[in-house]
Structures are given as structure tokens and as C-alpha cells.
């Protein structure tokens, strides 16, 4: 594996997190200048504290949590927030490019914003959005036909993935793990080595990282994994239970993929 490569890519994401700034990296890969990608999106609630109320009771920490949702591949949001034509878009001085969301950062800001979040999750510090493939494409499908074209640097991009994922754990004591990638992902999908890289950070087993607590930290919405499948606003907040189980069950279906069949 190129270390320098992964080395040069890290550092363009510590300056983001820096800077507070969703990581956005055109075209990072010279030969490949189509292929954009999106290492992260993140966006801190602090000042939103009308919106930001403190629950009565059951908290983790008293800092204020970082919500982070893993999703599969990131689509061309540019911004954790709603679509332009929500009219959470804002312009940066000096820059004539408006902030982008989607529907699926809308669904999660307007779940917060609304209250309608578990009780335990708030004051919220932070929303991130990580993917297990960094690949930028609103279809599926044209973002595997990329991630193929990069094959050779497969090893480094998850590498530097990983590194991500490490890194946004790191911005808060009190973070959360959502992930938004569904139960039914099979070792088959060409993101599922996305989610092998990771798995052992989930474990527990990754440096000096410490998901000990994995039943509070790792939570989703029953089978509805995505945002935007998830119940309505009402019932949102008794929907979240541990998905620490779930991903095990995942892990073990590519064990049994490797494993040699009996004769």
C-alpha cells in the first residue's frame, strides 16, 4: 500500500476537521479526474440551542452528542442539511457556491430540530455523515462502474476511510454510531469491503479505540437502517435500539463467504 498517498489524503481531512468544513475532494486521484469524492459531512449544533434543548434524564455524558450515520456511498450533498429549495442554504462570503443538502441530511436536521430524536441523544453537538466508499454518485450503480475504475487504489482509499471514521470518533466523548447502510447488505456488494475495513474499529479492536459500551454507542431504527425509511416523527424517538447484534450477524456472513466448503 502507498503510504504517502494515504498520508497526503489524511492531511486534507485534518485540515477540514479543523476547519469545521464537510471534507470535499475533487477528483483527488490525478488519472481518474472524474471521479470526485466525498470523505465526509459534518456540521456543529452549538449554537442552534433553541432547537438544542437538554433532556431530563438518561445521558451518556453531559458534553453533548455526536450523532454520526454511516451510509453506503455518499450521493452530491455538499452540506448537512436540506435541499437548496429547503432554503437552508446559505452563501459563504466571497464564494458564489451555495451549500447543497439532500433528503436524507433534511430527514435527520428536521428529526433534531423538531425534538423528535430519543431524549438520551440530546443536547446534540455535532451531526456527521460518514460511507463505507467514498465514491461520490447519486446512482448506485455509476458509483460502482467508478469505484471499479479505481481498483488499484482500493487498499489506500479504505485505508484513509478508515482513518476518517477514527478521527470523527475522536471529535467527541459522547458520540453515537448510526448506521444507515441497511441489514440486508451481502458480502456481494461492492461496498461490503467498505464495512469489513471498518468492522474491527465497530469491534472494538482498532488501535487504541474503545467501543466498550457498544449496546449505547451503536444504535438504528429497527430494520430501517436509512434515514428516510425511517417512522414517522412521532414514534421516531422510542424507534432507536443497539445494532451491535446486527452488525455481528453481518460480520459472520462474510466469515462464511471465506470459508472453504466442506467435502
Known sequence: MDEAFVAEMTKSIEVALEDDEPCLRNAPIDEFPDIEFRWFLTRDLNEDKPKNVKASSGQISSSGTHLIFIGMNPA??????????????????????????????????????????????????????????????????????????????????????????????????????????????????????????????????????????RNDRLLSVRNNYHPRGWPSNETLGTAFSPAWEKLECLARKSQRSRSPRSS
Not at 111 to 132: I, Q
Not at 138 to 151: I, L, M, R, T, Y
Not at 194 to 208: H, M, N, R, S, V
Request: some cysteine.
Open 76 to 213: 452530491q450533498a455538499t452540506y448537512f442539511g436540506p435541499t437548496r429549495k429547503g432554503g437552508d442554504s446559505t452563501k459563504e462570503e466571497g464564494d458564489s457556491n451555495k451549500k447543497q443538502g439532500d433528503l436524507t441530511c433534511a430527514r435527520i436536521v428536521n428529526a433534531f430540530a423538531g425534538g423528535y430524536l430519543p431524549e438520551d441523544f440530546y443536547p446534540v453537538s455535532r451531526l456527521s455523515f460518514f460511507n463505507l466508499i467514498p465514491i461520490v454518485d447519486q446512482d448506485p450503480s455509476e458509483a460502482q462502474q467508478k469505484w471499479n475504475k479505481v481498483g488499484s487504489y482500493h487498499a489506500e482509499i479504505l485505508a484513509t476511510n478508515l482513518e476518517v471514521l477514527s478521527r470523527l470518533l475522536a471529535i467527541e466523548d459522547n458520540f453515537i454510531l448510526i448506521p444507515a447502510f441497511g441489514v440486508k447488505i451481502k458480502p456481494s456488494d461492492w461496498r461490503w469491503e467498505g464495512f469489513e475495513k471498518i468492522f474491527p474499529l465497530l469491534k472494538g479492536t482498532f488501535d487504541d479505540m474503545d467501543i466498550s459500551d
